[in-house]
């Protein structure tokens, strides 16, 4: 790859081939227009050179090939919800917006499959497949705005994952476009299928850093027809950690089961006091879902398996209305931690079940240690918990002890045999601490694979690698 420019601007050479490319509106190349294309979740700012708005996969080829060409960097984005910096312009270049791509080409009731272009948003995906009484069942909380290119190339999952498993279990095919804006089409439209390697799963979740999706084959499943809700309420968070291990351990999986920490309950309660008991200390909000006839034997096996745990109380929802009111109780932490800590660190660590309860008392006694505030909730059915870190980036003595206790963090993972990602990705907010849970010979091979997909290396450079 050519050195890159230090001035943040394009050769004014393939300005113009991309703007004759993308025609009137498809090349952002003001500063402010950049500026709305420099930030993520994370919380850092990286400007962009340019902002390519491609409105189909001709003009997306178009622009890698133009850049391939001139060595320029290109990053994937799609609606720029992502928590590790996935979608920044981190060694400058042209940010490769799929938000122009989203049409749903095709949705196959019968055979349980919809073809959609990455720039649909999950949300609105779910209310298309809802009139086929289908639906795809990753859910990440920001469903209303991300779009499916930034779940599959994140591998974004969500509370549904207990039960349906991740992105990649949810993905039959994909035609993506390789770094030089050739065309790879691998998967296709049958649930088996074991011709040569697995190429679609290598590709989901590898951060747009091997190629640039342009049509996903999504497989579906029947869309519940009713669900309960139930909370638990238990006196400290380590009883609510093994609640989690026995429930998962026995009877049918719930469709979700999610814990909340001490300090997520009290955000909980300046605004949804009802749903916490006044002396709860860790909170669990499950849900069942079936056939109307079977649904409400369910939430009472569930409640009994939650009540053998010695809970403060075990309640089911008593109606639709009120499950609504806790799933928006939940939902409202991370916006509500964002106010409160706009530059928070978000991590999404994973330990197996059984290991929940060593994870929220080891992140207690790092929190207590280390003076940072930590609020923690998340998929406890996966062993998913989100560790929210509360910082002030002005005060540089906060930011070192941030530092200390992920260094600690993620220590307490690993010894837990667990992971440093289950959903957010690596971007560039975990790339020099991947080495700690990757074999070296592991983390060269996909060196050498990285290298063999995009030789020049311009495919959203800076992330996943140190």
């Given at each position: 790859?050519?050195?890159?420019?230090?001035?943040?601007?394009?050769?004014?050479?393939?300005?113009?081939?991309?703007g004759?490319?993308?025609?009137?509106?498809?090349?952002?190349?003001?500063?402010?227009?950049?500026?709305?294309?420099?930030?993520?979740?994370?919380?850092?700012?990286?400007?962009?050179?340019?902002?390519?708005?491609?409105?189909?996969?001709?003009?997306?080829?178009?622009?890698?090939?133009?850049?391939?060409?001139?060595?320029?960097?290109?990053?994937?984005?799609?609606?720029?919800?992502?928590?590790?910096?996935?979608?920044?312009?981190?060694?400058?270049?042209?940010?490769?917006?799929?938000?122009?791509?989203?049409?749903?080409?095709?949705?196959?009731?019968?055979?349980?499959?919809?073809?959609?272009?990455?720039?649909?948003?999950?949300?609105?995906?779910?209310?298309?497949?809802?009139?086929?009484?289908?639906?795809?069942?990753?859910?990440?909380?920001?469903?209303?705005?991300?779009?499916?290119?930034?779940?599959?190339a994140?591998?974004?999952?969500?509370?549904?994952?207990?039960?349906?498993?991740?992105?990649?279990?949810?993905?039959?095919?994909?035609?993506?476009l390789?770094?030089?804006?050739?065309?790879?089409?691998?998967?296709?439209?049958t649930?088996k299928?074991?011709?040569?390697y697995?190429?679609?799963?290598?590709?989901?979740?590898?951060?747009?850093?091997?190629?640039?999706?342009?049509?996903?084959?999504?497989?579906?499943?029947?869309?519940?027809?009713?669900?309960?809700?139930?909370?638990?309420?238990?006196?400290?968070?380590?009883?609510?950690?093994?609640?989690?291990?026995?429930?998962m351990?026995?009877g049918?999986?719930?469709?979700?089961?999610?814990?909340?920490?001490?300090?997520?309950?009290?955000?909980?309660?300046?605004?949804?006091?009802?749903?916490?008991?006044?002396?709860?200390?860790?909170?669990l909000?499950?849900?069942?879902?079936?056939?109307?006839?079977?649904?409400?034997?369910?939430?009472?096996?569930?409640?009994?398996?939650?009540q053998?745990?010695?809970?403060?109380?075990?309640?089911?929802?008593?109606?639709?209305?009120?499950?609504?009111?806790?799933?928006?109780?939940?939902?409202?932490?991370?916006?509500?931690?964002?106010?409160?800590?706009?530059?928070?660190?978000?991590?999404?660590?994973?330990?197996?079940?059984?290991?929940?309860?060593?994870?929220?008392?080891g992140?207690?006694?790092?929190?207590?240690?280390?003076?940072?505030?930590?609020?923690?909730?998340?998929?406890?059915?996966?062993?998913?918990?989100?560790?929210?870190?509360?910082?002030?980036?002005?005060?540089?003595?906060a930011?070192?002890?941030?530092?200390?206790?992920?260094?600690?963090?993620?220590?307490?993972?690993?010894?837990?045999?667990?992971?440093?990602?289950?959903?957010?990705?690596?971007?560039?907010?975990?790339?020099?601490?991947?080495?700690?849970?990757?074999?070296?010979?592991?983390?060269?091979?996909?060196?050498?694979?990285?290298?063999?997909?995009?030789?020049?290396?311009?495919?959203?450079?800076?992330?996943?690698?140190?």
């Open positions: 790859m050519v050195p890159l420019k230090p001035d943040s601007e394009l050769d004014p050479a393939l300005r113009e081939a991309l004759r490319l993308l025609g009137a509106g498809g090349l952002l190349t003001g500063a402010a227009q950049r500026e709305a294309y420099a930030w993520d979740n994370a919380g850092r700012r990286f400007l962009p050179w340019a902002v390519a708005l491609p409105e189909n996969r001709e003009q997306v080829a178009g622009v890698l090939r133009l850049c391939h060409d001139a060595g320029v960097p290109v990053v994937p984005r799609g609606a720029g919800s992502g928590c590790v910096g996935g979608g920044l312009a981190v060694q400058g270049g042209v940010i490769l917006s799929t938000q122009r791509l989203k049409r749903i080409l095709a949705i196959k009731p019968g055979d349980r499959l919809a073809v959609v272009e990455p720039g649909v948003v999950n949300g609105e995906l779910r209310s298309a497949l809802a009139s086929h009484g289908l639906f795809w069942p990753p859910d990440p909380s920001s469903s209303r705005v991300c779009t499916i290119g930034g779940n599959l994140m591998c974004s999952a969500g509370p549904n994952a207990v039960r349906y498993g991740v992105t990649r279990h949810w993905v039959l095919g994909l035609t993506v390789l770094a030089d804006g050739s065309t790879l089409r691998v998967g296709g439209r649930t299928g074991v011709v040569g697995d190429l679609t799963q290598l590709l989901i979740g590898s951060e747009g850093t091997l190629a640039v999706v342009v049509e996903a084959i999504l497989k579906l499943a029947p869309l519940p027809e009713a669900r309960r809700t139930l909370r638990a309420s238990f006196r400290s968070m380590e009883q609510a950690a093994h609640a989690v291990a026995w429930v351990s026995r049918e999986v719930p469709s979700a089961l999610e814990f909340l920490d001490p300090a997520a309950l009290e955000l909980l309660r300046r605004d949804h006091a009802e749903v916490c008991h006044p002396e709860g200390r860790a909170l909000l499950a849900e069942v879902e079936g056939s109307a006839d079977e649904v409400d034997r369910k939430a009472r096996a569930l409640q009994e398996r939650l053998a745990c010695d809970p403060l109380e075990a309640l089911v929802a008593a109606d639709e209305r009120e499950s609504k009111r806790l799933w928006a109780a939940r939902y409202a932490l991370s916006p509500t931690l964002t106010r409160i800590a706009p530059r928070r660190v978000n991590e999404d660590v994973v330990v197996p079940v059984t290991r929940l309860a060593a994870l929220v008392a992140v207690a006694t790092i929190s207590q240690e280390t003076g940072v505030p930590i609020v923690s909730f998340g998929h406890a059915g996966n062993g998913n918990i989100h560790v929210n870190l509360l910082t002030d980036p002005a005060d540089l003595a930011q070192e002890r941030v530092q200390r206790a992920l260094d600690r963090l993620f220590s307490l993972v690993l010894e837990l045999e667990g992971t440093l990602s289950g959903e957010h990705g690596v971007g560039i907010m975990k790339r020099d601490y991947i080495s700690r849970e990757l074999d070296p010979n592991s983390l060269e091979l996909q060196k050498k694979i990285k290298q063999l997909f995009d030789p020049k290396g311009i495919l959203n450079p800076g992330k996943v690698f140190s």
